[in-house]
């Protein structure tokens, strides 16, 4: 219903999608009542990140080049698992904005509503995540401080490169976990295409709402993280109710 056409949508967006206060005002309102459900799913997540994170350092101790290459592909194959969870996140926050029940567990959703999916969804997130950290993680770890050697200066401009690459994967393939709960009979290769056509003329919007809530995280970091967790849910739900105004548009669009 939604790829016939998507491609030349961007003008119309614009023309007829909501402005960026309007979706966050949404996501405020459907947030309200639901902010515990949202916060422990936040924290939940958190702690199987933390848990994880230790297993893996204590199971492949990065103590000389080869262990070293064995946690980063370890970091990098659960990066990729991960995308259960994000899958998990994305159907939690729709049923905030769409006026659903909504529950914890909702997270773990993604592990038994089709995971192969959205496993694959997640790799091109979770490789341009890697071209990004690796080369910083090999500066810290490996290289000398005192000096900027050529292959310092060329570990930092594949790391500058890769922040660009992954940017542009997260606005392109942004729309595919949500689209994974609306369309779960399509392919991932699939959802990843339908993703890069809807945000055709979208992709500034979304970057907008991202730097909108630049002054509330830096309000979380210099209030010690503490309101951290109630600003996640918010952008959460927003990212939510900015899928819910683009697949809005383009079904209107389509009619």
């Not at 990065?62 to 998990?88: A, Q």
């Not at 995971?115 to 910083?136: C, G, M, N």
Request: proline fraction near 4%; hydrophobic fraction near 50%; charge should be positive.
């Amino acid at each position: 219903m939604i790829q016939t056409g998507l491609s030349q949508l961007g003008k119309e967006y614009m023309r007829q999608s909501q402005s960026i206060s309007m979706i966050k005002a949404v996501a405020r309102e459907r947030l309200v009542g639901r902010y515990g459900t949202t916060i422990g799913a936040t924290v939940l997540l958190m702690l199987i990140q933390i848990i994880i994170s230790d297993v893996i350092v204590l199971m492949v101790n990065p103590d000389n080049i080869i262990t070293y290459i064995v946690y980063l592909f370890t970091v990098l194959l659960v990066d990729i698992l991960f995308g259960v969870f994000s899958s998990g996140v994305a159907f939690l926050y729709m049923n905030v904005v769409y006026g659903q029940p909504v529950r914890t567990g909702d997270v773990f959703h993604g592990i038994t509503a089709h995971p192969d999916k959205a496993i694959v969804i997640q790799l091109p997130f979770a490789l341009a995540a890697a071209v990004q950290t690796i080369p910083i993680s090999i500066i810290r770890n490996f290289m000398p401080k005192s000096a900027i050697t050529p292959a310092y200066a060329g570990l930092l401009f594949v790391a500058l490169i890769g922040t660009v690459i992954s940017i542009a994967v997260k606005l392109v393939f942004s729309q595919s976990f949500y689209l994974l709960q609306d369309f779960p009979d399509k392919s991932a290769g699939e959802i990843l295409r339908i993703s890069a056509s809807l945000m055709k003329g979208n992709k500034w919007r979304l970057a907008k709402l991202y730097l909108s809530f630049i002054p509330l995280f830096i309000l979380g970091i210099v209030t010690l993280f503490i309101p951290m967790l109630w600003v996640d849910s918010y952008l959460e739900s927003s990212l939510a109710a900015f899928y819910q105004e683009c697949i809005v548009s383009a079904n209107r669009s389509e009619q």
